[in-house]
Structures are given as C-alpha cells and as structure tokens.
C-alpha cells in the first residue's frame, strides 16, 4: 500500500513536472504558457537593450527619445497577461518545432520585406518622405545606426501595442467570458479588421496634417491603403503563427523601410 502511494506521488510529481516543463513542442495550457512567456521576456530584453544602445549611441536624424524603465514595466506584465488569453483563445505557442522554421520565421519576413518595398515604390512616386522632410526640418528616419536598434526595438513595441496585447484580451473576454467559448474566430477576425485601422489612422492624418496639403489624396489613399494590409498581414501570421509571426512582418517591413531606405536616403543620396 505504501508503495502504491510513492508510486503515485511519484506520477504526480512527474505530471507537474511535465505541464511546467519549457519545451519545443509544448501541448498542454501549462506548456503553451511558458514556451510563449519566455519568447516574450526574451523580446522584452532584446527592446530594453536597443533602448540601451540607441541611448549611448547618438545617430542624428529624427529624433526619437529611448522608452522608459516603466514603460518596459508595464508592457512586459501586461504582456504575460496577453499571452495566458493567447493560449486560453486558440493562438499557437510561439515557438513550435513541429513548424518549419521557413513558415514560422522566413515566410512572415518575407510577407514584411514585400510590404517594405511596396512602401519605398509609394514613397518614390507620391513624394511623401521629401515633402515630410522638409516640413519637419530633419530627416524622416533615425539615422544609421540608431536605426538599428530604434526600429528593431519598435516593431516589438508597436506590434505588441497595436496587436499582441489588444486582441487576445478583448477575444478572451468576449469569447471565453461573454459568450463561453462561441463564435471565437469570428471575434478574432473583427478585431483583426478593427486593430488593422488603428496604425493608419493615427499616423496617416497627422502626417497629412504636418504636410499642409502638398501631399494629394492619392499619396494618402496609397499610404492608407498600404498600412492597412500590412497591419492585417500582421495579425494573420499572428493567428497562423503566434506572436514571432506578427512582429516578424513589422521587423521585415522596418528592415526595409526604415533601416535600409532610410540608409540610402541619409548616405546615398546627400
């Protein structure tokens, strides 16, 4: 009988052992849970320390100041919150070796490269990067290589604030709370079609503003056109692939946009 009893304490342990163990091929809540809270405190350190470099390493440009020790804070708790409804909400852990890597990683970089040079081929025939320079009275992008870590930090930064935090809160609450588990893609998709129109709104009128009228409706109707779909693109590879895939599209498109157009502009054509 006694044995009986080890033997059962044993198996206990061992389960507990099994939920809470960080592995790459994570199955239950528990295992889910922790793969996609380490990806995510090991993004809160690569962010903090890009903040770190951009704030020892001076790159002229335009001037975007480091985030604070409270903001790292608050995003990293409220993000941990995030990733328990992640998972409560059907999204897939965020590092499954049961993926390729070529659809997990290469496939949403690629997806953000397209859109990062779709945003240059906008940008040379409406003008807009000139027009916005020179009502701003420095240039458009960080300066390289603050470039580096200001644009590497903000993917992780944006994409979490416009995506990876929102959503799987309001899904968890509307689905899992209000409606006890129904209707859980279609809630998914609204706010995906809903967050999508965040970026474009909150940026694209104040640049429109900044510009006086000298950028058309044209420029702002590609411009808007172009934010929207890339927004969208985000949160399918977020759906499709957990929170690498989002800020992966958002990384591409910065690597291409901002960091290496930002480059010619700044070296290449002055």
Known sequence: MKRKQSN??????????????????????????????????????LWATMDV?????????????????????????VGLVAI????????PAAWDSRTSPRQRLLLPILVG????????????????????????????????????????GGAIKLESLFRLIPIPILLWLGSSVLLKGRAQNK????????????EPLIQGIPLMQLAGGEIGIFAFFAYAVH?????????????????LGAILVRFGNYMIWHIGFGFYLQYLTS
């Open 113 to 152: 490269i397209t859109f990062g040079v779709c945003a240059i081929l906008i940008d040379q025939i409406t003008g807009a990067t000139s027009i916005l320079t020179a009502k701003m009275g420095n240039d458009f992008n960080v300066g390289f290589p603050g470039s580096l870590f200001v644009y590497t």
């Open 187 to 198: 809630i998914f998709w609204t706010l995906a079609v809903l967050t999508s129109a965040v």
């Open 8 to 45: 059962h304490k044993t198996l206990r342990a061992q389960d507990r052992y099994t939920i809470l163990r960080l592995t790459t091929k994570p199955d239950t809540f528990g295992q889910r849970y922790l793969n996609s809270s380490f990806v995510w405190l090991s993004l809160m350190l």
């Open 84 to 91: 328990w409804c992640m998972q409560r909400s059907g999204f």
């Open 227 to 243: 934010a929207y779909a890339f927004n969208f693109a985000a949160a399918v590879c977020f759906r499709s692939y957990g929170l």
């Open 53 to 77: 470099l951009h704030a020892a390493i001076p790159s002229g440009g335009r001037p975007i100041e480091p985030n604070t020790w409270i903001t790292h804070v608050v995003f990293t708790l």
